[in-house]
Protein backbone atom coordinates (compact mmCIF):
# COMPACT_ATOMS: atom_id res chain seq x y z
CA UNK A 1 0.00 0.00 0.00
CA UNK A 2 3.33 2.45 0.82
CA UNK A 3 4.66 1.96 -2.36
CA UNK A 4 1.03 2.56 -4.05
CA UNK A 5 0.70 5.52 -2.46
CA UNK A 6 4.29 6.85 -3.27
CA UNK A 7 3.81 5.77 -6.81
CA UNK A 8 0.38 7.50 -7.18
CA UNK A 9 1.65 10.91 -5.93
CA UNK A 10 4.13 10.74 -7.94
CA UNK A 11 2.58 10.21 -11.10
CA UNK A 12 -0.02 13.18 -9.89
CA UNK A 13 2.03 15.58 -9.54
CA UNK A 14 4.02 14.86 -12.89
CA UNK A 15 0.81 14.72 -14.81
CA UNK A 16 -0.66 17.09 -13.37
CA UNK A 17 2.75 19.50 -13.91
CA UNK A 18 2.92 18.30 -17.47
CA UNK A 19 -0.48 19.46 -18.23
CA UNK A 20 -0.73 22.23 -16.53
CA UNK A 21 2.55 24.11 -17.83
CA UNK A 22 1.59 23.39 -21.68
CA UNK A 23 -2.97 24.24 -20.56
CA UNK A 24 -3.44 26.20 -18.37
CA UNK A 25 -3.92 30.39 -19.23
CA UNK A 26 -1.67 32.37 -17.15
CA UNK A 27 -3.49 35.22 -17.00
CA UNK A 28 -4.77 37.02 -13.29
CA UNK A 29 -7.92 37.09 -13.94
CA UNK A 30 -8.13 33.77 -14.94
CA UNK A 31 -10.07 31.68 -11.60
CA UNK A 32 -8.50 28.54 -13.13
CA UNK A 33 -5.02 29.89 -12.68
CA UNK A 34 -5.59 29.92 -8.63
CA UNK A 35 -7.08 26.59 -8.59
CA UNK A 36 -3.74 24.47 -10.25
CA UNK A 37 -1.58 26.96 -8.35
CA UNK A 38 -3.76 26.04 -4.90
CA UNK A 39 -3.78 21.93 -6.19
CA UNK A 40 -0.45 21.54 -6.73
CA UNK A 41 1.38 23.10 -3.96
CA UNK A 42 -0.90 20.27 -2.53
CA UNK A 43 0.60 17.72 -4.55
CA UNK A 44 3.88 19.21 -3.71
CA UNK A 45 2.96 18.49 -0.16
CA UNK A 46 2.56 15.16 -0.98
CA UNK A 47 5.73 14.54 -2.72
CA UNK A 48 7.66 15.93 1.07
CA UNK A 49 5.02 13.87 3.20
CA UNK A 50 6.52 10.61 1.07
CA UNK A 51 9.63 11.82 1.39
CA UNK A 52 9.38 11.82 5.23
CA UNK A 53 7.53 8.52 5.11
CA UNK A 54 10.60 6.56 3.56
CA UNK A 55 12.79 8.52 6.80
CA UNK A 56 10.33 6.07 8.71
CA UNK A 57 11.08 3.33 6.67
CA UNK A 58 6.82 3.14 5.82
CA UNK A 59 6.75 3.14 2.24
CA UNK A 60 7.64 -0.07 2.01
CA UNK A 61 9.65 -3.45 3.66
CA UNK A 62 11.80 -3.59 1.25
CA UNK A 63 14.98 -1.10 2.43
CA UNK A 64 16.14 -0.32 -1.10
CA UNK A 65 12.30 0.64 -2.54
CA UNK A 66 11.80 2.35 0.44
CA UNK A 67 15.19 4.55 0.68
CA UNK A 68 14.68 5.10 -3.95
CA UNK A 69 11.08 6.23 -3.44
CA UNK A 70 12.68 8.86 -0.95
CA UNK A 71 15.53 9.92 -2.84
CA UNK A 72 13.57 10.81 -5.90
CA UNK A 73 10.70 12.52 -3.46
CA UNK A 74 12.77 14.51 -1.84
CA UNK A 75 14.38 15.61 -5.38
CA UNK A 76 11.41 16.08 -6.82
CA UNK A 77 9.88 18.02 -4.04
CA UNK A 78 12.99 20.82 -3.73
CA UNK A 79 15.81 18.83 -5.21
CA UNK A 80 16.58 18.29 -1.56
CA UNK A 81 19.28 16.18 -0.43
CA UNK A 82 17.32 12.93 0.95
CA UNK A 83 20.38 12.28 3.40
CA UNK A 84 20.72 15.35 5.24
CA UNK A 85 16.35 15.35 5.76
CA UNK A 86 17.02 12.11 7.33
CA UNK A 87 19.50 13.12 9.64
CA UNK A 88 17.50 16.20 10.58
CA UNK A 89 14.23 14.69 11.12
CA UNK A 90 15.75 12.62 13.63
CA UNK A 91 17.37 14.78 15.36
CA UNK A 92 13.57 16.28 15.76
CA UNK A 93 12.29 13.44 16.79
CA UNK A 94 15.11 12.90 19.27
CA UNK A 95 14.68 16.57 21.01
CA UNK A 96 11.53 17.67 19.65
CA UNK A 97 10.56 21.48 20.68
CA UNK A 98 14.33 22.09 21.91
CA UNK A 99 17.38 24.03 21.03
CA UNK A 100 18.78 20.96 19.75
CA UNK A 101 15.83 20.18 17.75
CA UNK A 102 16.51 21.65 14.05
CA UNK A 103 13.19 22.41 13.17
CA UNK A 104 12.53 24.22 16.14
CA UNK A 105 13.44 28.37 16.56
CA UNK A 106 14.67 28.84 20.22
CA UNK A 107 14.88 32.80 19.13
CA UNK A 108 11.65 33.62 17.97
CA UNK A 109 7.89 32.27 17.56
CA UNK A 110 6.88 35.04 14.60
CA UNK A 111 5.75 32.55 12.14
CA UNK A 112 7.28 34.45 9.58
CA UNK A 113 10.89 34.51 10.64
CA UNK A 114 10.77 31.11 11.97
CA UNK A 115 9.60 29.80 8.59
CA UNK A 116 12.53 31.98 7.14
CA UNK A 117 15.03 30.37 9.25
CA UNK A 118 13.51 26.91 8.99
CA UNK A 119 14.00 27.27 4.35
CA UNK A 120 17.87 28.89 5.59
CA UNK A 121 18.80 26.05 7.02
CA UNK A 122 17.57 23.54 4.59
CA UNK A 123 18.30 25.67 1.44
CA UNK A 124 21.63 24.79 0.02
CA UNK A 125 23.73 25.70 -3.48
CA UNK A 126 22.36 22.37 -5.20
CA UNK A 127 18.88 23.12 -4.88
CA UNK A 128 19.61 26.75 -6.42
CA UNK A 129 21.31 25.05 -8.92
CA UNK A 130 18.54 22.34 -9.85
CA UNK A 131 15.78 25.01 -9.95
CA UNK A 132 18.13 27.54 -12.01
CA UNK A 133 19.21 24.48 -14.92
CA UNK A 134 15.76 23.08 -14.80
CA UNK A 135 14.36 26.59 -15.44
CA UNK A 136 16.20 27.50 -18.30
CA UNK A 137 15.53 23.87 -19.89
CA UNK A 138 11.96 24.09 -19.69
CA UNK A 139 11.68 28.03 -20.80
CA UNK A 140 12.71 26.52 -23.95
CA UNK A 141 9.26 25.38 -24.65
CA UNK A 142 7.49 26.81 -21.91
CA UNK A 143 6.86 30.93 -20.92
CA UNK A 144 9.24 31.40 -17.87
CA UNK A 145 5.82 33.02 -16.05
CA UNK A 146 3.79 29.46 -16.19
CA UNK A 147 6.76 27.50 -14.72
CA UNK A 148 7.03 30.26 -12.42
CA UNK A 149 3.37 30.72 -10.83
CA UNK A 150 2.89 26.69 -11.83
CA UNK A 151 5.94 25.04 -10.30
CA UNK A 152 8.01 27.72 -8.61
CA UNK A 153 4.92 29.14 -6.81
CA UNK A 154 3.35 25.94 -5.63
CA UNK A 155 6.77 25.01 -3.89
CA UNK A 156 7.08 28.23 -2.07
CA UNK A 157 3.07 27.75 -0.91
CA UNK A 158 3.83 24.28 0.07
CA UNK A 159 6.94 24.87 2.26
CA UNK A 160 4.52 27.51 3.91
CA UNK A 161 1.82 24.72 4.07
CA UNK A 162 4.05 22.18 5.29
CA UNK A 163 6.06 24.67 8.15
CA UNK A 164 2.19 26.13 9.44
CA UNK A 165 0.95 23.10 9.88
CA UNK A 166 3.56 20.57 10.22
CA UNK A 167 5.66 22.26 12.69
CA UNK A 168 4.48 25.85 13.78
CA UNK A 169 1.08 24.59 15.22
CA UNK A 170 2.20 21.69 16.62
CA UNK A 171 5.27 22.41 18.21
CA UNK A 172 4.89 25.98 19.06
CA UNK A 173 5.04 27.59 22.27
CA UNK A 174 3.92 27.35 25.51
CA UNK A 175 4.78 24.32 25.61
CA UNK A 176 2.47 24.06 28.83
CA UNK A 177 -0.07 21.04 28.87
CA UNK A 178 1.24 19.25 26.02
CA UNK A 179 2.95 16.18 25.69
CA UNK A 180 6.15 16.29 28.01
CA UNK A 181 8.11 13.73 25.85
CA UNK A 182 6.76 15.39 22.49
CA UNK A 183 6.69 18.83 23.18
CA UNK A 184 3.73 18.91 20.58
CA UNK A 185 -0.13 19.30 20.27
CA UNK A 186 -2.65 17.60 17.37
CA UNK A 187 -5.37 19.44 15.35
CA UNK A 188 -8.62 18.66 16.48
CA UNK A 189 -10.46 15.77 14.60
CA UNK A 190 -11.77 16.74 11.09
CA UNK A 191 -10.19 14.02 8.81
CA UNK A 192 -11.30 15.84 5.48
CA UNK A 193 -9.34 19.31 7.05
CA UNK A 194 -6.33 17.30 8.11
CA UNK A 195 -6.28 15.75 5.03
CA UNK A 196 -6.48 18.47 2.89
CA UNK A 197 -4.25 20.87 4.98
CA UNK A 198 -0.84 18.57 5.37
CA UNK A 199 -1.86 14.16 4.74
CA UNK A 200 -3.25 13.83 8.52
CA UNK A 201 0.26 15.62 9.58
CA UNK A 202 -1.36 18.19 11.78
CA UNK A 203 -2.18 15.12 13.81
CA UNK A 204 0.79 15.80 15.12
CA UNK A 205 0.81 14.03 18.46
CA UNK A 206 -0.26 10.98 17.16
CA UNK A 207 3.00 11.09 14.49
CA UNK A 208 5.13 11.71 17.44
CA UNK A 209 3.33 8.80 18.85
CA UNK A 210 3.74 6.19 16.41
CA UNK A 211 6.34 7.64 13.92
CA UNK A 212 6.25 4.27 11.67
CA UNK A 213 2.83 4.89 10.90
CA UNK A 214 2.22 6.17 7.21
CA UNK A 215 0.62 9.49 6.63
CA UNK A 216 -2.40 6.99 5.42
CA UNK A 217 -3.10 5.84 8.52
CA UNK A 218 -2.52 8.54 10.80
CA UNK A 219 -6.55 9.24 11.03
CA UNK A 220 -6.93 6.02 12.55
CA UNK A 221 -4.66 6.74 15.54
CA UNK A 222 -6.51 10.29 15.81
CA UNK A 223 -9.69 8.11 16.20
CA UNK A 224 -8.43 6.00 18.48
CA UNK A 225 -7.29 8.04 20.64
CA UNK A 226 -10.45 10.70 20.50
CA UNK A 227 -12.23 7.20 21.59
CA UNK A 228 -10.19 6.48 24.52
CA UNK A 229 -10.67 10.21 26.09
CA UNK A 230 -14.12 9.77 26.01
CA UNK A 231 -14.34 6.39 27.26
CA UNK A 232 -12.16 8.14 30.58
CA UNK A 233 -14.28 10.67 30.69
CA UNK A 234 -17.67 8.71 31.07
CA UNK A 235 -15.94 6.64 33.35
CA UNK A 236 -15.14 9.73 35.68
CA UNK A 237 -18.68 10.40 35.48
CA UNK A 238 -19.50 7.00 36.59
CA UNK A 239 -16.97 6.99 39.57
Same mark, same amino acid.
Given at each position: MGVFMAIMIIVFWLGHLAWALTNVD????????????????HLTTGLFITSHDSIH???????????ILG?????????FPYNNLRKNHYEHHKFPGTEK? &??FNIKT %?? =? $????????????????ILGFAISFNIL??????????????? &??????? %?? =? $??????PHKLPHENLDPKHKTRSQ??????????????????????????????????KWMAKSITRFNNILKTIR
Amino acid at each position: MGVFMAIMIIVFWLGHLAWALTNVDVYLTNPWLYFHILLHAHLTTGLFITSHDSIHGTISTNRKINLILGWVTSLMYAFFPYNNLRKNHYEHHKFPGTEKD &PDFNIKT %QN =F $FLWWLGFLWHYANIWQILGFAISFNILKIWIPGINIILLWFV &PAILSSM %QL =F $FFGTYLPHKLPHENLDPKHKTRSQKKNHVWAFLTCYFFGYHLEHHQYPTLPWWRLYQKKWMAKSITRFNNILKTIR
